[in-house]
Antibody, heavy 118, light 112 residues
Framework: QVQLQESGPGLVKPSETLSLTCTVS????????WSWIRQPPGKGPEFIGY???????NYNPSLKSRVTISVDKSRNQFSLKLSSVTAADTAVYYC????????????WGQGTLVTVSS | QSILTQPPSVSGAPGQRVTISCTGS?????????VHWYQQLPGTAPKLLIY???NRPSGVPDRFSGSKSGTSASLAITGLQAEDEADYYC????????????FGGGTKLTVL
């Protein structure tokens, strides 16, 4: 059974970098696309971006200048870095799997709330 | 303002049929990108309900069905049950955003 688990700080200061890791079990990270999605409180989800482990990445243009998604094949993990955060980046952050590019998000992590506050 | 437009809310009595629309444009749904639907219960992650416009993952009841036509898509739920009360989101991709994924703003389904 495929499982994803987000981990990282729940509180980040304004102007700093938000860093999260998603640990994948039950599937090889090399064989699929992997995505980060966020959902601000009371709002709908928003794509942050996705990565295919051979090196392909796609980022939401509205976040592209601040986002990096990377993969650690040896640990079967992928990560998110979002720089220069503000209160508007406060959200529940989810990691999820795409079976292939352009596909649905078929497996999701439980999500982790990240609050940006001093 | 979401790229994909959904009604904020719909409602129906138990046993009834409801539909939720998802309206896009020529750069997303109309550009032949598939539409996917998710159900989100309070405090939980979205769950895949329909993929590839009209396909149900294993375990999703056949009361849920999806369709796509032109620049729009729809989710239909028949035989409404109390447990269907949730938020529903459509999702696709957009060529004007360099192929980035996009979600609808969501529809709150209330079972009366």
């Amino acid at each position: 059974q495929v499982q994803l688990q987000e981990s990282g700080p729940g509180l980040v200061k304004p102007s700093e970098t938000l860093s999260l890791t998603c640990t994948v079990s039950g599937a090889s990270i090399s064989n699929y696309y992997w995505s980060w999605i966020r959902q601000p409180p009371g709002k709908g989800p928003e794509f942050i971006g996705y990565i295919y482990p051979i090196g392909t990445t796609n980022y939401n243009p509205s976040l592209k200048s601040r986002v990096t998604i990377s993969v650690d094949k040896s640990r079967n993990q992928f990560s998110l870095k979002l720089s220069s955060v503000t209160a508007a980046d406060t959200a529940v952050y989810y990691c999820a799997r795409l079976p292939f590019g352009g596909a649905s998000l078929d497996y999701w992590g439980q999500g982790t709330l990240v609050t940006v506050s001093s | 303002q979401s790229i994909l437009t959904q009604p904020p809310s719909v409602s129906g009595a138990p046993g009834q049929r409801v539909t939720i629309s998802c309206t896009g444009s020529s750069s997303n749904i109309g550009a032949d990108y598939d539409v996917h639907w998710y159900q989100q219960l309070p405090g939980t992650a979205p769950k895949l309900l329909i993929y590839g416009n009209s396909n149900r993952p294993s375990g999703v009841p056949d009361r849920f069905s999806g369709s796509k036509s032109g620049t729009s898509a729809s989710l239909a739920i028949t035989g409404l049950q109390a447990e269907d009360e949730a938020d529903y989101y459509c999702q696709s991709y957009d060529s004007s955003l360099s192929g980035s994924g996009v979600f609808g703003g969501g529809t709150k389904l209330t079972v009366l």
